[in-house]
C-alpha cells in the first residue's frame, strides 16, 4: 500500500511540474503571438498561463508536503501561492476589461487569430488529458487538494473553449467584436 501510494504522489508531482513547463510554453507563445497579431484575448491567455505556473508551483510544493506528512498544514509557500495567483487573477480580469474599452474606443482589431485557434486546440487537448489524470490520482489519494487542482484544470479548459471560439468566429468571419468578446469570456473566467 506504501509503495502505491509513493507512486501515486510522484505522478501527482509529475503531473503538477508538466502543468507548470507547459504553461511557461504556452504563454510565452501566447502572449507573443497576441502583441504581434493584436489579439486581446490570446495576449489574455497567455497572461493566465503564467498565473497558472505559479498555482502550479503551489501545488507541486503542497505535494511534497503531503506526502511527507498528510496532516501537516499548508506552509507559508503555499499561502502566499494561492493570495499571488487569486490576486493575479483579479488583476488580469481588469487588465482585460481595460484592454476591451480600448480596443472598441480605437478600433482595434485582430489581423488574424489562427494562432488563437491552434493554441486552443492544443490546450484543449492538453487540459483534457491532464484533468483526467489528476482527478485519477487525486481519487486514488482521497486528496481534496490534488481534485480542487483538477477542477483549476477544468476551468482552463473553458477558457481555452473560450479562445477557440472567439478566434473562429473572427478568422472565419472578420467580426470585429469577437476579439473583445472573447476577452470578456476569460475576465468572467477568470474572477
Request: net charge neutral.
Given at each position: 500500500?506504501?509503495?502505491?501510494?509513493?507512486?501515486?504522489f510522484?505522478?501527482?508531482?509529475?503531473?503538477?511540474?508538466?502543468?507548470?513547463?507547459?504553461?511557461i510554453?504556452?504563454?510565452?507563445?501566447?502572449?507573443?503571438s497576441g502583441?504581434?497579431d493584436d489579439?486581446?484575448?490570446?495576449?489574455?491567455?497567455g497572461?493566465?498561463?503564467?498565473?497558472?505556473?505559479?498555482s502550479g508551483i503551489g501545488?507541486?510544493?503542497?505535494?511534497?508536503?503531503?506526502?511527507?506528512?498528510?496532516?501537516?498544514?499548508?506552509?507559508?509557500?503555499e499561502?502566499?501561492?494561492?493570495?499571488?495567483t487569486?490576486?493575479a487573477?483579479?488583476l488580469?480580469?481588469?487588465?482585460?476589461?481595460?484592454g476591451?474599452?480600448?480596443?472598441i474606443?480605437?478600433?482595434?482589431?485582430?489581423?488574424?487569430?489562427l494562432?488563437?485557434?491552434?493554441?486552443?486546440?492544443?490546450?484543449?487537448?492538453?487540459?483534457l488529458?491532464?484533468l483526467?489524470?489528476k482527478?485519477?490520482v487525486?481519487?486514488?489519494l482521497?486528496?481534496?487538494?490534488?481534485?480542487?487542482?483538477a477542477?483549476?484544470t477544468?476551468?482552463?479548459?473553458?477558457?481555452?473553449?473560450?479562445?477557440?471560439?472567439?478566434?473562429?468566429?473572427?478568422?472565419?468571419?472578420g467580426f470585429?467584436?469577437?476579439?473583445?468578446?472573447?476577452?470578456?469570456?476569460?475576465?468572467?473566467?477568470s474572477?
Amino acid at each position: 500500500m506504501i509503495n502505491s501510494e509513493h507512486k501515486l504522489f510522484k505522478t501527482a508531482f509529475i503531473l503538477s511540474l508538466f502543468t507548470i513547463f507547459y504553461n511557461i510554453l504556452e504563454g510565452i507563445i501566447s502572449m507573443i503571438s497576441g502583441i504581434e497579431d493584436d489579439v486581446l484575448s490570446l495576449f489574455g491567455f497567455g497572461a493566465d498561463s503564467f498565473i497558472e505556473v505559479i498555482s502550479g508551483i503551489g501545488i507541486a510544493v503542497m505535494i511534497i508536503r503531503i506526502r511527507k506528512n498528510p496532516d501537516s498544514p499548508r506552509t507559508r509557500f503555499e499561502i502566499n501561492a494561492l493570495k499571488i495567483t487569486g490576486t493575479a487573477f483579479f488583476l488580469l480580469s481588469a487588465g482585460l476589461l481595460s484592454g476591451i474599452v480600448f480596443n472598441i474606443v480605437n478600433h482595434v482589431k485582430p489581423s488574424n487569430t489562427l494562432w488563437g485557434v491552434i493554441i486552443s486546440l492544443v490546450s484543449i487537448a492538453l487540459m483534457l488529458w491532464l484533468l483526467k489524470a489528476k482527478n485519477n490520482v487525486g481519487k486514488k489519494l482521497d486528496s481534496d487538494a490534488i481534485i480542487a487542482d483538477a477542477n483549476c484544470t477544468k476551468v482552463c479548459i473553458y477558457m481555452s473553449l473560450v479562445l477557440l471560439v472567439s478566434s473562429l468566429i473572427y478568422e472565419l468571419t472578420g467580426f470585429a467584436y469577437a476579439d473583445a468578446i472573447g476577452a470578456a469570456g476569460l475576465a468572467y473566467f477568470s474572477i
